[in-house]
Each structure stands twice: as structure tokens, then as C-alpha cells.
């Protein structure tokens, strides 16, 4: 990293590490930002507490930040203790804020650097955020920085428009398949509302024949069981509408509580 920095153009390299971790049923992420990081925490993805305060403990140690469904499982609040097991025993950290799930749905964790390396034993590190400085070419500063880092490190050099074309391209994948699937939902329906206007229809055959025995002209019989199959789909189409306004906020507060947005 002290060879990334050098680099002409470069302002600061602020490093991070990630990791897993086992908290009873779930696999949880574990983030920690280098303590000279200029975002501790993603504003964004804070629920409960405040931003700088809370950056500030986490990164002096013996705080954390947990997310929203992992620090009600641990019964936790603002300013209270909490347990996590790490590999050098059960640590005993303070809870700094309530956030997102970093787009983990197991639920998250962000830890000081300090705290991250006495209790994980590791100054490993997983990626490191590259600010440039104003007027600086990104084309030419990421091939400096693939040069300086070299190509038998495993890590992969990206522009900020780089990895936002990356995350796209996986956001447009899930919904080239949500729509797929919505396809699928719609012609299902189609045919099972067929297949029950038909099916009503042949039970009643006697029926629809002895009004045309009574002189029951066809026209009005066809009027009839269009009148009837209209009521069918406009009752369908509510309760879809009434079930589809339900699912979808529920969803949408599902994906503000895994992504933060």
C-alpha cells in the first residue's frame, strides 16, 4: 500500500478488511475499515444512531456497529453490551449504531481496525479504496497502481465507473430473472382463469341448455357468460392489485433493510 501511494496522482489509500463470522444460526459479514478511513460508516446504511459519534468510537475500539436484524436477535441497544464470539474468545463490545446489512442478508458487523486485529490475530486486508487527486487521469492512475501493485498480487485494480458498470451488470442479471419470473407468474395465471371460466362453463351445460330450451336466445347467452367471466377477472385483478400493493411493501422494506436504500 506504501508503493499505492506513491503513485502520482493518488491523495490517500484507505485500506479494509472483511471476514465471516458464526453468530448462532447466521453467517454474518464483518467489515473493518482502516482506522485513517474517511468513512468509518456508509451514511446511508446507518438505521439508529449518529454518524460521526458513532465512526469515532468505532474507530478508537471497543465498539461496533451491528445490523438491524442481528442486533435484535442479540437483544441489543444503543450504547449497550455485546457479546460476539471471535477466534480469541467471546468479545465483550459496546453497541455504536444499528445499520443496513452492507447487501448481506445474514446481517453485518463493522469493526474498528484495532479491535479487528487483536481479536482476529491478522492485519490481513481485503481491498483498499484509491481517492484521487483533483485533476488526476483514473485511466492512468489505475494502470500506475496495477504496475506498482503487480501481477503476481492477487487483486484486481478497478475504476469508481468500473465498479459501479460491475454492480449493474449483477442489479440487471437479478432483474432480467425477476422479470422472467414475473412472465411466468402472469401466464400461469392467464391459463389457470381460462382453465376455470371453461370448467364452469361445461359444468353448467345442462343448465345453459335448458335456457335455450325456454327460448333463451344464443346471443344472450353469450352475453352472459361474458358478463360472468368479466366479473372473474375484475375480481382477480383487485385482489392481485390489493395482495401486489401488500407484497410489495414488504419488500420494499426488506431490500431498505438489506441494501440501505
Not at 491523495?11 to 474517511?38: E, F, K, M
Not at 474507530?59 to 445490523?67: E, K, Y
Not at 483498499?128 to 503487480?150: F, I, Y
Not at 391459463?191 to 343448465?207: D, E, K, N, Y
Request: charged share 20%; glycine share 10%; hydrophobic share 45%.
Amino acid at each position: 500500500f506504501d508503493r499505492v501511494g506513491a503513485v502520482p496522482g493518488v491523495a490517500t489509500v484507505a485500506r479494509c478488511s472483511w471476514t465471516y463470522l458464526d453468530v448462532d444460526d447466521r453467517r454474518v459479514l464483518v467489515i473493518s475499515p482502516s482506522t485513517g478511513s474517511p468513512m468509518t460508516l456508509v451514511p446511508n446504511q446507518v438505521v439508529k444512531g449518529e454518524l460521526r459519534q458513532a465512526a469515532k468510537r468505532i474507530r478508537q475500539g471497543g465498539w461496533v456497529a451491528l445490523s438491524t436484524g442481528l442486533a435484535e436477535d442479540l437483544g441489543s441497544r444503543i450504547g449497550q453490551v455485546v457479546k460476539l464470539p471471535t477466534p480469541s474468545g467471546t468479545a465483550r463490545l459496546r453497541l455504536a449504531a444499528v445499520t443496513a446489512n452492507h447487501g448481506w442478508p445474514s446481517g453485518s458487523v463493522v469493526i474498528g481496525e484495532r479491535d479487528y486485529a487483536s481479536l482476529w490475530k491478522t492485519g490481513s486486508i481485503t481491498a483498499a479504496s484509491v481517492m484521487l487527486e483533483p485533476g488526476a487521469d483514473a485511466e492512468a492512475v489505475k494502470r500506475a497502481v496495477t504496475d506498482a501493485v503487480g501481477s503476481r498480487e492477487a487483486l484486481a485494480v478497478l475504476t469508481g465507473e468500473e465498479m459501479v458498470g460491475v454492480r449493474s451488470a449483477a442489479f440487471a442479471q437479478g432483474l432480467t430473472r425477476l422479470n422472467q419470473i414475473t412472465l411466468l407468474i402472469i401466464g400461469a395465471s392467464v391459463l389457470a382463469v381460462t382453465a376455470a371460466v371453461f370448467s364452469g362453463i361445461w359444468q353448467r351445460r345442462r343448465r345453459l341448455d335448458s335456457l335455450r330450451a325456454i327460448g333463451v336466445y344464443k346471443g344472450e347467452l353469450r352475453l352472459m357468460l361474458l358478463m360472468e367471466t368479466l366479473a372473474v377477472v375484475l375480481a382477480g385483478c383487485m385482489l392481485g392489485m390489493l395482495f401486489g400493493l401488500v407484497g410489495q411493501f414488504f419488500a420494499s422494506r426488506w431490500l431498505t433493510t438489506i441494501t440501505g436504500y
